[in-house]
């Protein structure tokens, strides 16, 4: 090991400093005892905490704390109230009270308590005096500490705003509301002090279920107003606060006003006020002084799935084509009038005879009144009118074969949540609707062949088609349309047939797309015969091809309606080539053999003869 080495000491302070350090070490370590700064004041009736701990002090870690209370009357005389060492400390004033825990200490760690006072009364009022017995080896600091108390009388005020919440309500108290679901739920509340001091009233309103006890843990708040008068609300209701659907405001010095907008089914319940009041200490924070609550209303929600209903007339239906179709649907129950709260939108639906499910739409208003119709519907004169306050008429200028199924009406109810924004609250359908439409009875047979039966390559290819027609009504007109299927490696393709030409009911040709790409004529050659002409066939146009004729009838409302098709058998198309051209490919299949074979013999001679040669 080195050498050590020496230390240098610092040199001796004067005596005067020595004096003044060990002064200075003695007071670190004397003993304080903390309460808060007063006065503070409190109200009769509610509770009241004052805590009180100790510093610097020797001994065990678990110190022993008295209290003490010095009345305005007899401030030399102290009272003891409670203590952590003695359970016979109490003074006769003071036992009752705290034998039934009413006023008690609690301690909070081994140096720190709280002097708790449950309903504090008017004579409690004082000094309040902390004191910790000593544990020091010498009496050095404050072994104890005093805070005035001074006690107010309540003068919190709190109750339901005149007049009653709006709605329909019976004359009871609390009383009960009743409102629409969508509609707006609104409820007063007078909250008021006459405190002498500056204080802040903090005002919110609470929600409990039916029939259920109040209390902290059953009030649910919905929204209030805090002391700095911020608005906020409970966690269930912040997102309705924070889309407007919730307000609270205060009107005036002492009333305060909130309005739910689109209520709910869980609105339904014991609406509260409560009113908290609070003071500023004197160190800066906020205690709530006094609290007071009142029943406002008890509110029930009617839902509008529990109203809405449909009923449609006149009852089943059987009509003749042509005729006019009319249905009425009736919405009824405890609804709130379409506008500012609540919508509705009626619509009709139709499914075929047998069909599963409720069908498709044939034509609706919407919430705003505008009517449309459905898909499949567009271009035909049906009306869709709000002809009494809750009935809808649905009118089908001409009844077609197709229209007859089974109706049902289709009533859908909205509530309006912030803004212009709609929520669907309910829906509901009626009992279907049986509707009949007597069939035309239009019969149609078609046949269709090839003029000439055989065609060739650069012909036209004609093809004619006659239809016969039983039943039907007078006017019955006639349309036909020709179709073909392309053979696939000597098959009929698996896609559907391709539309090459057709004439229309109205006499309007209408044409497709030929399978050659060359030009096609689609005309009426007599009252119920057809004809297809292909110009200048080729091998392209090869398949099998039908006539489809279809029976219309046109009604008093100018709409078309098909009353009947068919199809015929198919006609084969085979492009044949002409006698010149099967013997033109011979001469020139001969023609290119003969020049392969002449020059296969050609160049054999003369590579022999080069081989002799170069043997010489």
């Known amino acids: 090991m080195g050498a050590l080495r020496p230390t240098l000491l610092p040199p001796s302070p004067p005596p005067l400093l020595l004096l003044l350090l060990l002064m200075l070490g003695m007071g670190c370590w004397a003993r304080e005892v903390l309460v808060p700064e007063g006065p503070l004041y409190?109200?009769?009736?509610?509770?009241?905490?004052?805590?009180?701990?100790?510093?610097?002090?020797?001994?065990?870690?678990?110190?022993?704390?008295?209290?003490?209370?010095?009345?305005?009357?007899?401030?030399?005389?102290?009272?003891?109230?409670?203590?952590?060492?003695?359970?016979?400390?109490?003074?006769?004033?003071?036992?009752?009270?705290?034998?039934?825990?009413?006023?008690?200490?609690?301690?909070?760690?081994?140096?720190?308590?709280?002097?708790?006072?449950a309903r504090l009364q008017a004579q409690d009022a004082g000094i309040y005096e902390c004191h910790t017995p000593s544990t020091d080896t010498r009496y050095l600091g404050s072994y104890s500490g005093?805070?005035?108390?001074?006690?107010?009388?309540?003068?919190?005020?709190?109750?339901?705003?005149?007049?009653?919440?709006?709605?329909?309500?019976?004359?009871?108290?609390?009383?009960?509301?009743?409102?629409?679901?969508?509609?707006?739920?609104?409820?007063?509340?007078?909250?008021?002090?006459?405190?002498?001091k500056h204080t802040h009233l903090a005002v919110s309103f609470g929600r409990s279920v039916p029939e259920a006890p109040v209390g902290r843990a059953t009030l649910q708040e919905v929204v209030g107003i805090r002391s700095d008068l911020a608005v906020e609300?409970?966690?269930?209701?912040?997102?309705?606060?924070?889309?407007?659907?919730?307000?609270?405001?205060?009107?005036?010095?002492?009333?305060?006003?909130?309005?739910?907008?689109?209520?709910?089914?869980?609105?339904?319940?014991?609406?509260?006020?409560?009113?908290?009041?609070?003071?500023?200490?004197?160190?800066?924070?906020?205690?709530?002084?006094?609290e007071k609550r009142a029943v406002l209303a008890h509110v029930d929600v009617q839902t509008?799935?529990?109203?809405?209903?449909?009923?449609?007339?006149?009852?089943?239906?059987?009509?003749?084509?042509?005729?006019?179709?009319?249905?009425?649907?009736?919405?009824?129950?405890a609804l709130p009038p379409a506008g500012r709260h609540a919508a509705y939108s009626v619509g009709w639906e139709m499914a075929p005879a047998g069909a599963p499910g409720p069908g498709r739409l044939v034509a609706q208003l919407d919430t705003e009144g505008v009517g449309s119709l459905g898909p499949g519907y567009e271009g035909r004169h049906i009306a869709m009118e709000k002809v009494a306050s809750r009935t809808y008429r649905l009118r089908l200028e001409a009844a077609r074969p197709g229209d007859a199924g089974t109706y049902r009406c289709l009533a859908k109810a909205y509530v309006r949540g912030s803004g212009t924004r709609l929520r669907e609250a309910a829906s509901a359908r009626s009992r279907p609707l049986p509707v009949h439409v007597r069939e035309e009875g239009v019969v149609l047979e078609a046949v269709a062949w090839l003029a000439g039966g055989t065609v060739y390559r650069g012909e036209t290819a004609s093809l004619l088609?006659?239809?016969?027609?039983?039943?039907?009504?007078?006017?019955?007109?006639?349309?036909?349309?020709?179709?073909?299927?392309?053979?696939?490696?000597?098959?009929?393709?698996?896609?559907?047939?391709?539309?090459?030409?057709?004439?229309?009911?109205?006499?309007?040709?209408?044409?497709?797309?030929?399978?050659?790409?060359?030009?096609?004529?689609?005309?009426?050659?007599?009252?119920?015969?057809?004809?297809?002409?292909?110009?200048?066939?080729?091998?392209?146009?090869?398949?099998?091809?039908?006539?489809?004729?279809?029976?219309?009838?046109?009604?008093?409302?100018?709409?078309?309606?098909?009353?009947?098709?068919?199809?015929?058998?198919?006609?084969?198309?085979?492009?044949?080539?002409?006698?010149?051209?099967?013997?033109?490919?011979?001469?020139?299949?001969?023609?290119?053999?003969?020049?392969?074979?002449?020059?296969?013999?050609?160049?054999?001679?003369?590579?022999?003869?080069?081989?002799?040669?170069?043997?010489?």
């Not at 701990?53 to 009272?79: H, K, M, S």
């Not at 509008?304 to 129950?333: H, Y």
């Open 146 to 196: 005093k805070v005035e108390l001074r006690v107010l009388p309540d003068a919190l005020q709190v109750s339901a705003a005149p007049p009653g919440p709006r709605g329909r309500q019976a004359p009871t108290s609390p009383p009960r509301l009743m409102v629409h679901e969508g509609q707006e739920l609104a409820l007063g509340c007078l909250a008021r002090t006459s405190t002498q």
């Open 304 to 333: 509008l799935s529990s109203q809405l209903a449909v009923t449609v007339g006149p009852g089943e239906r059987r009509i003749g084509p042509g005729e006019p179709l009319e249905l009425l649907c009736n919405v009824s129950g």
């Open 465 to 616: 088609c006659n239809i016969s027609v039983r039943g039907g009504p007078p006017g019955l007109r006639l349309a036909a349309s020709w179709w073909v299927e392309r053979p696939e490696d000597g098959e009929l393709s698996s896609v559907p047939a391709q539309l090459v030409g057709g004439v229309g009911q109205d006499g309007v040709a209408e044409l497709g797309v030929r399978p050659g790409g060359g030009p096609v004529s689609v005309e009426l050659v007599g009252p119920r015969s057809h004809r297809l002409r292909l110009h200048s066939l080729g091998p392209e146009d090869e398949g099998v091809y039908h006539c489809a004729p279809s029976a219309w009838v046109q009604h008093a409302d100018y709409s078309w309606y098909q009353a009947g098709s068919a199809r015929s058998g198919p006609v084969t198309v085979y492009p044949y080539m002409h006698a010149l051209d099967t013997l033109f490919v011979p001469l020139l299949v001969g023609t290119g053999v003969a020049l392969v074979t002449g020059a296969t013999v050609l160049g054999t001679i003369t590579c022999c003869f080069m081989k002799r040669l170069r043997k010489r």
């Open 233 to 290: 609300a409970g966690a269930p209701y912040a997102e309705r606060l924070a889309a407007g659907e919730l307000r609270l405001g205060k009107e005036g010095t002492d009333r305060y006003r909130m309005v739910v907008g689109g209520a709910q089914a869980g609105d339904a319940g014991t609406y509260h006020c409560t009113a908290a009041e609070w003071i500023q200490d004197p160190d800066g924070s906020w205690a709530q002084i006094a």
């Open 42 to 117: 409190r109200v009769t009736g509610t509770a009241v905490s004052i805590s009180c701990n100790v510093t610097g002090y020797e001994g065990p870690a678990q110190q022993n704390f008295e209290w003490f209370l010095y009345r305005p009357e007899a401030p030399d005389t102290a009272l003891g109230i409670v203590s952590t060492k003695d359970t016979q400390f109490s003074y006769a004033i003071f036992k009752s009270r705290v034998v039934a825990g009413e006023v008690q200490v609690q301690r909070l760690q081994g140096d720190a308590v709280v002097l708790k006072i």
